[in-house]
């Protein structure tokens, strides 16, 4: 009985979990329109619904009720896999992303995380790597021009990238002496690792800004230069799949900052619940995506190849070494 219990509660979980990631993007898209907005002077979405609320759900239909075009030479096969090859890793991931410690309900004492794995953040690494095959195989399959070089970028930028993002971790994986994502947290009870670790949080952060494809990085789909890059020939539902997995990946490097650096649900000062707390940082660092994007300009490609290779590859091994003399 026992056994049929914990497979139960880890079913709820898994989808509770999925469907928080597929209803979030309709929030986010209004206030990632609502902020643009302000910050051009503008009212943004005023339509639909109050002050434009109802905005993502129309937005929502007219995909869903878009026809679902496959270019004529395209490679059908590698055409339908590539938007769930783009959505699966950001979900598979969150099932080893712990949300805080345990909660009672009812008297009884539930986890907020599906799995406490001890190799976590390497998990985390490996299975999102896997994501950047769904942008390739889009590109590709198209058989565009302008798709194919997005998804050529892509992958250049994706290697150019994870290298430094993997290597700004190793200084709070040293600190930590785990790989345990809710060991780090545990691990930050007193101090925070941005204190000992500001030039790895900058590293992932900028990395993560440039995974998650994201002005000022986001040369993979570049309107001015590639007509919408690797999803140029998408529509309707596919389309819509590469942008829930747009805002999943913004969510879940949102996540990793706010545990790897800041303390995950340990708060400061103010005597708030854990769980709120972290969903307040990771709330302050997803509009900071949002604030980015309409504040930065586009990088050129040489730049942006020059920032992963010249600026963060240094800094991150730089980081390693001065931890490990510091802390060993």
């Not at 643009?36 to 002050?51: S, Y």
């Not at 496959?70 to 969150?94: G, M, N, Q, S, W």
């Not at 986001?218 to 539902?237: M, P, R, V």
């Not at 996540?255 to 307040?280: A, M, Q």
Request: aromatic fraction near 14%; charge should be neutral; proline fraction near 5%.
């Amino acid at each position: 009985m026992e056994l049929i219990v914990a497979l139960g509660l880890i079913v709820f979980k898994v989808a509770l979990l999925i469907a928080i990631l597929l209803l979030l993007p309709l929030p986010l898209t209004w206030l990632e329109r609502k902020i643009a907005g302000h910050m051009q002077q503008r009212m943004g979405p005023m339509r639909v619904g109050w002050h434009g609320l109802l905005q993502p759900v129309a937005d929502g239909i007219k995909l869903l009720t878009k026809e679902d075009h496959i270019p004529a030479e395209a490679d059908r096969f590698l055409f339908k896999l590539a938007p769930i090859l783009a959505l699966a890793p950001p979900f598979v991931v969150f099932v080893a992303i712990p949300f805080g410690e345990t909660v009672s309900v009812l008297g009884a004492e539930i986890t907020l995380y599906v799995s406490n794995m001890n190799v976590a953040l390497l998990f985390v690494f490996a299975v999102i790597g896997i994501e950047v095959y769904g942008v390739i195989f889009g590109g590709w399959a198209a058989n565009s021009k302008y798709a194919v070089l997005g998804s050529l970028r892509t992958c250049a930028q994706m290697i150019s990238y994870e290298i430094p993002m993997g290597f700004a971790v190793i200084g709070v994986v040293i600190l930590a002496q785990s790989m345990s994502l809710l060991e780090i947290v545990r691990a930050q009870a007193d101090v925070w690792n941005i204190v000992y670790q500001p030039v790895g949080f900058f590293v992932f952060f900028v990395a993560g800004l440039a995974e998650a494809q994201r002005i000022p990085f986001d040369l993979a789909e570049a309107e001015g230069d590639l007509g919408a890059g690797f999803h140029t020939e998408y529509s309707g539902i596919r389309f819509a799949f590469f942008m829930v997995s747009e805002y999943a990946i913004m969510l879940l490097v949102s996540v990793l900052v706010v545990i790897l650096f800041f303390g995950g649900w340990n708060g400061v000062l103010i005597p708030l619940p854990p769980l709120l707390w972290f969903v307040l940082k990771v709330a302050f660092f997803i509009y900071l995506f949002m604030w980015f994007r309409f504040t930065f300009p586009r990088y050129r490609y040489d730049q942006l190849m020059a920032i992963g290779w010249k600026v963060l590859l240094p800094l991150s091994l730089a980081n390693i070494i001065i931890t490990g003399v510091v802390f060993s």
